[in-house]
């Protein structure tokens, strides 16, 4: 059982915005700006697109963007394109001072309609 | 150009013991705030993380887990091995090797991020008699 919440599904059509949420604890979300995104297309590797919070790696598209409030995470998919289609996993640090420890979101799959 | 590539039996019978080795190319486990860790995914369900090892040879497993994984590392050979005791069906999973960054400098400062930012292709390891 996951640490992290995310709902099981999203959809949109081409060109609209959707939103993942993530929503943690105090113990992790909450108390760390160290939530990442991972895209996975089906039968491959998961791919970061948003790390602390808000950053996106070199490459990936500025459609993707990240923000928290509190101890929920969001992913925010602006202008959907077919390619986004793909299961999205939120992330985030978990540890304290004297261990770490990461935790998953169960999934959200996104569908373009 | 960075890579890691998972290796390993597909098929381990329940009790034994199951070791993969991850070989990595284009970074240094040796550079400060680079670790490669190990996460597994069962059939269409969700992330779990393992283990990783870090730049300093420190190890750090998950809670849940710790009794029966090992992970280490051989530097030269660009290798981080697994070893996950006593293997059960539940086991069953893809297992990815992945790089995770948890510190890194820009500009003069330094910068927390601890994400999971290369992951390799997977290894899918069935626990069956």
């Known amino acids: 059982q996951s640490a992290l919440t995310q709902p099981a599904s999203v959809s949109g059509s081409p060109g609209q915005s959707i939103t993942i949420s993530c929503t943690g604890t105090t113990n992790d979300v909450g108390s760390y700006n160290l939530v990442s995104w991972y895209q996975q297309h089906p039968d491959k590797a998961p791919k970061l697109v948003i790390y602390?919070?808000?950053k996106r790696p070199s490459g990936i598209s500025n459609r993707f963007s990240g923000s928290k409030s509190g101890n929920t995470a969001s992913l925010t998919i602006s202008g959907l394109q077919a390619e986004d289609e793909a299961d999205y996993y939120c992330c985030s640090f978990a540890g304290g001072s004297t261990f770490v420890e990461y935790v998953f979101g169960p999934g959200t799959k996104v569908t373009v309609l | 150009q960075v890579t890691l590539r998972e290796s390993g039996p597909a098929l381990v019978k329940p009790t034994q013991t199951l070791t993969l080795t991850c070989t990595f190319s284009?970074?240094?486990?040796?550079?400060?705030?680079?670790?490669v860790g190990w996460v597994r995914q069962p059939p269409g369900k969700a992330l779990e993380w393992l283990a990783h090892i870090d730049w300093d040879g420190d190890k750090f497993y998950s809670t849940s887990l710790k009794t029966r994984l090992t992970i280490s590392k051989d530097t030269s050979e660009k290798q981080v091995v697994l070893r996950m005791t006593n293997m059960d069906p539940v086991d069953t999973a893809t297992y990815y090797c992945?790089?995770?960054?948890?510190?890194?400098?820009?500009?003069?400062?330094?910068?927390?991020?601890?994400?999971?930012?290369?992951w390799g292709q997977g290894t899918m390891v069935t626990v069956a008699s």
């Open positions: 284009g970074f240094s486990l040796t550079t400060r705030g680079v670790c």
């Open positions: 992945a790089r995770i960054t948890t510190y890194y400098e820009t500009s003069g400062r330094h910068y927390r991020a601890d994400s999971f930012d290369i």
């Open positions: 602390e919070v808000t």
